[in-house]
């Protein structure tokens, strides 16, 4: 493992112990679930079983009138406490060619199963639920947009009644004289695919707890959110309150992984419920509803070409992209903008074009998954990579490695910009060293040898490689102050939102370099819109390289501070001062030394005397390191799996993970968040599967009806690492929390394929279960004994 | 907490030691019984059908769904939650020291059920292959550490238990 990037280092670059680890291994965490308060309401919704319908009238008498019930609320009933009735929540895109902002609740059209129509109240979670059920809706179904494809053409139905058609946006990507690229190249293959990607299934589903303060005319709102800043704006939009008048604070978060970056109609109206009752309300999402209400990344149809010379160089790519957007617009066309951006970012693609269709649907709207679109871009291309290295006759590695991005290229600037507009330039990296330590980690070249030997026992062994940029560190900042006080203690705070990463710890890392090396004495608030006044939270990779940026800075200049008044009380040098703990000593002489607390107390100041010379009162810095282009990270996956022939069962062997995220903060946190990532592209590969019937019912609505990895799915997983330091940033990290999802489903398609060989088996979708295996392998044998 | 008009029994449960008496209706979980009744917070609901394992606790040192037992199945019994796994003053039993060494928790949520998991399993099979491990904790989804530093943890945990060699 080459890690070491912060050699003279006392904590960064260390598997220094979680400060979050002491509550949650002892069973006191406070999650959201836990909050208990005084007169709180439980609150249950009422979700339409129709994938789209009418909604002719709602009859609450009979529910209104069980024990224990203290109100059924529908949007009706909530119009006194909102200025807005939809959630505007989608990003700014040129491409949009309707709007589909969601409601607060479906009042007159319910548009996908699981939309909430109605809230119930009582004073326990069972009763409120007894009530939702006892709620009595007259629906008149409508036809129903069950498939993204279907939906795009001429006479479909629409997945909202009176739409013009189901197209929500459309664009394109792209760069260079694709056509000409295409008219004059020797070689090109194409791919029809398909990629379903299903849901974050955090392990705590979503939940909101609004409590309000009617003296003060003020709102507490505990979310399990993603980000709570974008949650009191949208909060104070749609309740129409000043935001010195909400305040959203994150519990600790069981899990995120995208979805709960999405702001949700329960958000407001459980917000609204405890505004209109004047008791706190809770509301905790359960699994069943997790599956019909919480955003997914479903399907896309990618139909894409590559041209090579004859070399096996790469051309041109082009192709056409349809998304399944579900029935809203929650976040945008961020995830299929994404899978575009991300799909020829490894390679160097002289002409590069892409086409998108974005198709509502009557299904929960999508939104980002770990890896945001980026696995299915990077599935698109290594399909097309391999299905020319087939052609072409060459390894599959061999292949890349003519096609990688050099490192004498770096920085390489892409003709690509991002959402934003901002220019795509990969920063810094090795990209065909990277693959070669996957390679020479998983024996590629011994791979044949053992694959002619597992065939002549009748068994089928396959191996299978994918290379990925991801984009992290999206910009433009994250807010972090730094407080030390008259305790000596120190306290940070951030706009960053922890949701189980170990966020807190990588901060105070950070500062607890700068501020005496002990992570014991520092205090981290995340996620908390009252201890910090501007913030991002958490997406993209992002919260280590934004926030651990400002906090990095924060804390040198914080420290610069100390080491002055210090040196002002001790009349020594500040150049010949250190701090160490709780204390600022002069360097080789222990007894010469002074408190943090009396250096807090002194740049606090008195009434009436002068503060220490050099700066302001106080021990207080606050950062917002401004960043705008986003800092690329790589790597390389190589799988060697078996199938099962008689089965279809795909067993993964062993799996080889080379990965360049810069300097590793905290090892151990970063191969966590990388098996984490790997175990979820496991589960993409062979088993999470959202099904919908042609009506558009879900029909995975369980954990036992939609899989996630256990421990006995695992394989042996090697991580191997490199440290290019980026540039872009003053610690020169790269983020790594969705890196490990993203190549695992383009490996393990590559390994299945080269394992069917015999069969001529082309593997043109994801997931891959035994069923579908079973019948690939049916329908080539029906066709070789044609 | 009233229940409308569902039936209720009084129940006794030792909990982490303590004998625990309440009014218990016949329709509440285990695991709404300690969570809200006793406010012991500490055990999960993740999924509430009997996959995820979060809400893992022992009863009769056994490990059971609390979300698929009902409060009233266990009156009578001994039931042990993850704020009873620590000794009396508040050192950490070997497994959760062994999960905090080995990041063997990101988010925090699932660790309550493999740990009252894990102990069952260590007492019947005090030194486990790594094998016997994962298959022992296939029964409880994590979704942050994709299981490798939960085995790592465990057969650290195990040795301690064992008493043969030393922890760090």
């Given at each position: 493992m080459t890690v070491g990037g912060f050699p003279q280092a006392r904590v960064l670059g260390r598997d220094v112990p979680r400060v979050e680890d002491e509550p949650l291994i002892r069973g006191k965490g406070r999650f959201l679930d836990d909050i208990a308060l005084p007169d709180m309401l439980h609150a249950a919704f009422l979700r339409s079983p129709h994938a789209h319908a009418l909604i002719r009238g709602i009859d609450a008498a009979a529910a209104r009138a069980l024990p224990g019930v203290a109100a059924i609320l529908t949007l009706a009933d909530l119009l006194p406490c909102l200025a807005e009735t939809c959630l505007k929540t989608a990003m700014p895109s040129p491409s949009y060619?309707?709007?589909?902002?969601?409601?607060?609740?479906?009042?007159?059209?319910?548009?996908?199963?699981?939309?909430?129509?109605?809230?119930?109240?009582?004073?326990?979670?069972?009763?409120?639920?007894?009530?939702?059920?006892?709620?009595?809706?007259?629906?008149?179904?409508?036809?129903?947009?069950?498939?993204?494809?279907?939906?795009?053409?001429?006479?479909?139905?629409?997945?909202?009644?009176?739409?013009?058609?189901?197209?929500?946006?459309?664009?394109?990507?792209?760069?260079?004289?694709?056509?000409?690229?295409?008219?004059?190249?020797?070689?090109?293959?194409?791919?029809?695919?398909?990629?379903?990607?299903?849901?974050?299934?955090?392990?705590?589903?979503?939940?909101?707890?609004?409590?309000?303060?009617?003296?003060?005319?003020?709102?507490?709102?505990?979310?399990?959110?993603?980000?709570?800043?974008?949650?009191?704006?949208?909060?104070?939009?749609?309740?129409?309150?000043?935001?010195?008048?909400?305040?959203?604070?994150?519990?600790?978060?069981?899990?995120?992984?995208?979805?709960?970056?999405?702001?949700?109609?329960?958000?407001?109206?459980?917000?609204?419920?405890?505004?209109?009752?004047?008791?706190?309300?809770?509301?905790?999402?359960?699994?069943?509803?997790?599956?019909?209400?919480?955003?997914?990344?479903?399907?896309?149809?990618?139909?894409?070409?590559?041209?090579?010379?004859?070399?096996?160089?790469?051309?041109?790519?082009?192709?056409?992209?349809?998304?399944?957007?579900?029935?809203?617009?929650?976040?945008?066309?961020?995830?299929?903008?994404?899978?575009?951006?991300?799909?020829?970012?490894?390679?160097?693609?002289?002409?590069?074009?892409?086409?998108?269709?974005?198709?509502?649907?009557?299904?929960?709207?999508?939104?980002?998954?770990?890896?945001?679109?980026?696995?299915?871009?990077?599935?698109?291309?290594e399909r097309l990579l391999d299905a020319a290295a087939r052609g072409l006759g060459l390894d599959r590695a061999e292949i890349r490695r003519r096609n990688l991005v050099p490192p004498d290229r770096m920085p390489y600037a892409t003709p690509l910009k991002t959402r934003g507009g901002i220019a795509v330039t990969l920063d810094s990296g090795d990209y065909p060293r990277c693959q070669q330590m996957a390679l020479d980690g998983a024996d590629w070249s011994g791979f044949p040898a053992r694959q002619a030997a597992a065939r002549a026992k009748g068994r089928y062994l396959g191996i299978g490689l994918a290379n990925y940029v991801e984009g992290t560190g999206r910009g433009p900042y994250e807010h972090v102050s730094v407080r030390i006080e008259g305790s000596g203690k120190i306290f940070v705070a951030t706009g960053a939102a922890a949701m189980g990463q170990g966020t807190r710890t990588m901060l105070a890392q950070i500062v607890a370099e700068q501020l005496g090396g002990d992570l014991g004495r520092i205090e981290v608030i995340t996620g908390d819109t009252a201890a910090a006044p501007l913030g991002l939270g958490g997406s993209n990779s992002r919260q280590a390289v934004m926030a651990g940026s400002s906090a990095h800075v924060a804390a040198r200049r914080l420290r610069q501070r100390v080491l002055e008044i210090a040196g002002q009380l001790l009349e020594v040098a500040p150049a010949d001062l250190e701090i160490d703990g709780d204390r600022v000593r002069l360097k080789g002489v222990a007894e010469v030394s002074l408190g943090l607390s009396a250096i807090a107390r002194a740049a606090a100041g008195q009434a009436g005397f002068p503060l220490p010379e050099g700066g302001g009162p106080g021990l207080f810095a606050r950062e917002e390191v401004v960043i705008d282009a986003m800092t690329y990270a790589n790597g390389s996956a190589v799988a060697e799996l078996e199938v099962d022939i008689g089965t279809g069962k795909v067993t993964i062997l062993n799996l080889v993970f080379a990965h360049d995220c810069g300097r590793a903060l905290h090892p151990r946190l970063v191969e966590g968040q990388l098996m984490g990532g790997i175990a979820h592209g496991i589960g993409n590969a062979l088993y999470e599967y959202m099904v919908y019937d042609e009506n558009a019912q879900p029909l995975t609505t369980n954990l036992a009806e939609y899989l996630l990895v256990t421990a006995t799915e695992m394989p042996p997983v090697k991580i191997l690492h490199i440290e290019s330091t980026t540039p872009l940033n003053p610690l020169g990290i790269k983020g790594v929390g969705e890196a490990g999802v993203i190549p695992i489903g383009a490996a393990v398609a590559s390994a299945v394929e080269d394992a069917l060989s015999p069969w001529k088996i082309k593997i043109d979708r994801l997931p891959l279960s035994p069923v579908e295996i079973l019948a690939l392998l049916n329908a080539a044998k029906a066709r070789d004994s044609l | 907490m009233s229940d409308g008009g569902c039936a209720s029994r009084s129940i006794a449960v030792t909990v982490n030691g303590s004998v625990c008496r309440a009014e218990a209706p016949v329709r509440l979980t285990l695991s709404d019984f300690l969570r809200q009744t006793l406010h012991l917070t500490g055990t999960h609901l993740g999924c509430e059908h009997g996959v995820c394992g979060a809400c893992t606790v022992l009863v009769d040192g056994r490990a059971m769904r609390s979300c698929l037992m009902l409060a009233v199945q266990a009156d009578g019994h001994q039931v042990t939650t993850i704020e009873g796994l620590a000794a009396p003053d508040g050192s950490l039993h070997p497994l959760q020291a062994a999960f905090c060494r080995h990041h063997g928790l990101q988010c925090g949520f699932c660790t309550p059920g493999l740990l009252t998991t894990l102990v069952e399993f260590l007492k019947d099979c005090p030194d486990p292959t790594a094998a016997e491990i994962r298959e022992a904790i296939s029964g409880n989804i994590c979704r942050c550490t994709g299981y490798d530093s939960i085995v790592a943890a465990t057969i650290e945990a195990a040795r301690a238990l064992r008493g043969d060699g030393t922890t760090p």
């Open positions: 060619r309707q709007q589909l902002d969601r409601p607060v609740l479906a009042d007159r059209e319910a548009v996908h199963v699981g939309e909430p129509i109605a809230i119930a109240l009582a004073e326990s979670r069972a009763l409120a639920e007894d009530a939702a059920a006892a709620v009595e809706i007259d629906y008149d179904p409508l036809p129903v947009v069950a498939d993204c494809l279907a939906a795009l053409e001429a006479g479909a139905a629409t997945a909202h009644r009176g739409a013009p058609s189901n197209l929500v946006a459309e664009m394109t990507m792209g760069f260079g004289d694709v056509d000409r690229a295409f008219e004059q190249a020797p070689h090109r293959f194409r791919e029809r695919l398909r990629i379903h990607r299903g849901g974050s299934h955090s392990m705590e589903c979503r939940g909101v707890v609004a409590v309000p303060e009617p003296v003060e005319d003020r709102l507490t709102v505990w979310s399990s959110t993603q980000m709570p800043h974008a949650a009191r704006r949208l909060l104070c939009d749609i309740l129409g309150l000043d935001e010195n008048r909400i305040r959203v604070a994150t519990p600790d978060i069981g899990g995120a992984f995208g979805p709960k970056l999405v702001f949700y109609p329960e958000e407001v109206a459980v917000a609204a419920a405890a505004r209109a009752t004047g008791r706190p309300v809770k509301w905790v999402e359960d699994r069943r509803e997790h599956f019909v209400a919480t955003a997914q990344e479903r399907d896309q149809y990618w139909d894409v070409e590559l041209a090579t010379d004859a070399d096996g160089r790469i051309l041109a790519v082009r192709g056409a992209l349809v998304h399944d957007h579900g029935a809203w617009t929650v976040r945008g066309v961020n995830v299929p903008q994404g899978a575009m951006g991300a799909m020829p970012l490894a390679y160097v693609v002289p002409a590069y074009r892409i086409g998108l269709k974005v198709a509502a649907t009557n299904k929960v709207p999508v939104a980002p998954v770990r890896g945001a679109g980026q696995p299915q871009g990077v599935f698109a291309m | -």
